[in-house]
């Protein structure tokens, strides 16, 4: 079982920073891979970010150049900083853990097993 808990969300400025943080329970995090969905008002989930156990990194397009995730294993803690925030980035942000046991890497939420609660990012113009 893995609890996450996301933090770090708020109301910011178009163009400005911001890193989202995910801690994890247990002590089996650096076996999992982790991603980063987000969901807009009266849209789907959409995957963001994922980075596999062994530290390789996954983007979607859109923000592909201005979000970065990573992991400290140590820490049992995920990231993701996103970088020259756009109003259309405005979601709740969620982290999750997919235990893949050789699987290749997935950008499907159904195929995680853990998620937090979210975290709202909210970009104004």
């Known amino acids: 079982q893995v609890q996450l808990v996301e933090s770090g969300g708020g109301l910011v400025q178009a163009g400005v920073s911001l890193r989202l943080s995910c801690a994890a329970s247990?002590?089996?995090?650096?076996?999992?891979?982790m991603g980063w969905f987000r969901q807009a008002p009266g849209k789907e989930r959409e995957f963001v970010a994922a980075?596999?156990?062994?530290?390789?990194?996954y983007y979607a397009d859109s923000v592909k150049g201005r979000f970065t995730i990573s992991r400290e294993n140590a820490k049992n803690t995920a990231y993701l900083q996103m970088n020259s925030l756009k109003p259309e980035d405005t979601a709740v942000y969620y982290c999750?853990?997919?235990?893949?046991?050789?699987?290749?890497?997935?950008?499907?939420?159904?195929?995680?097993?853990?998620w937090g609660q979210g975290t709202q990012v909210t970009v104004s113009s």
């Open positions: 247990g002590r089996t995090f650096s076996t999992y891979d």
């Open positions: 999750a853990a997919s235990y893949r046991n050789g699987r290749a890497v997935t950008t499907k939420d159904y195929e995680y097993d853990y």
């Open positions: 980075i596999r156990w062994s530290g390789s990194t």
